[in-house]
């Protein structure tokens, strides 16, 4: 009898037992579900896993050129392989006019624009190319590299506004050159014996002239991105003005990749450029050192 007590009190106890710990779990459970399902509904749950890792087109930094040059052949897509997307990097500053006719055969996406200026960081802008309606794909690509220009000029008046110093002078520069200054001058250069580049004072090295000094595009496209398939990478690379093509693996999209071009003044190493040369002035709509009233200190 005793025994039986003993069996009785036990299964009392075991039958007493809270139960919260276990609801405590599965509504914990629970909300881990519901939360991870909300997210997927307000972002979109993702195809594949997210890469932090995107495909450098350009040499690393320190590289040294000769080798970066003779290694990319090596990446080029193999023939009769579905295009990729590859830099094409130009061996100096180029008119959008001479880029549009080096691309045909090539889907260009992304133009890579810098104002040249002798010993001075400019600034590297990558600017997408907008799509336009035109049936001659040069004339297209002249457009759109037009376009591109624009948006560049309208970034670096934008930063002119906001900085200050030798980068808001840099800045103003850059946004009267792409802006298209008239008959390639920039208004408010110094006079005096040579100007940029060995060129006359006042006149932006590279600039083209245009009829009745109407702005017209400068030589700024320092590299494209493209897609293009083993023919047009080969024909692009064969062209005396193209220093350099820089093809991605197979299956890389054009949101995939970062974009460093090796700059013209990189002839031995990707390393950093001189920044110590003078910069031209040029008027802007950022503002400047205060007037002096006539008669003023």
Not at 130 to 146: K, N
Not at 196 to 204: C, F, R, W
Request: with cysteine; hydrophobic share 45%.
């Amino acid at each position: 009898m005793a025994e039986a007590g003993t069996d009785s009190d036990t299964g009392g106890r075991t039958a007493r037992r809270p139960l919260w710990p276990a609801l405590l779990c599965v509504l914990l459970v629970l909300l881990a579900v519901a939360w991870v399902a909300g997210r997927q509904s307000l972002f979109g749950a993702p195809d594949q896993p997210a890469s932090l890792d995107a495909v450098r087109l350009g040499p690393d930094p320190g590289a040294p050129v000769a080798a970066y040059l003779a290694g990319l052949p090596a990446r080029w897509p193999a023939p009769g392989a579905p295009a990729v997307p590859a830099l094409v990097q130009f061996g100096t500053e180029l008119d959008g006019a001479s880029v549009a006719r080096l691309l045909a055969g090539v889907t260009p996406a992304t133009a890579v624009i810098r104002v040249p200026l002798p010993r001075v960081q400019t600034a590297l802008r990558f600017e997408a190319l907008p799509p336009v309606d035109l049936a001659d794909p040069v004339l297209g690509a002249q457009r759109r590299l037009a376009l591109a220009q624009q948006a560049a000029a309208r970034d670096a008046s934008a930063e002119a506004g906001r900085l200050t110093g030798r980068a808001a002078s840099v800045a103003r520069y850059e946004a009267t050159v792409l802006g298209g200054a008239p008959s390639g001058v920039v208004p408010g250069a110094p006079r005096g014996v040579g100007g940029v580049g060995g060129a006359p004072s006042g006149v932006v090295p590279g600039a083209s002239r245009g009829v009745g000094g109407a702005p017209t595009p400068c030589r700024c496209v320092l590299a494209v991105l493209v897609v293009g398939d083993r023919t047009a990478i080969s024909r692009l690379a064969e062209q005396p003005a193209v220093r350099a093509v820089d093809a991605a693996p197979a299956g890389t999209p054009t949101s995939g990749v970062a974009l460093a071009p090796l700059l013209p003044e990189q002839s031995e190493v990707a390393g950093p450029v001189p920044d110590d040369g003078a910069v031209p002035s040029s008027p802007g709509p950022s503002p400047g050192p205060e007037p002096t009233a006539p008669g003023g200190s």
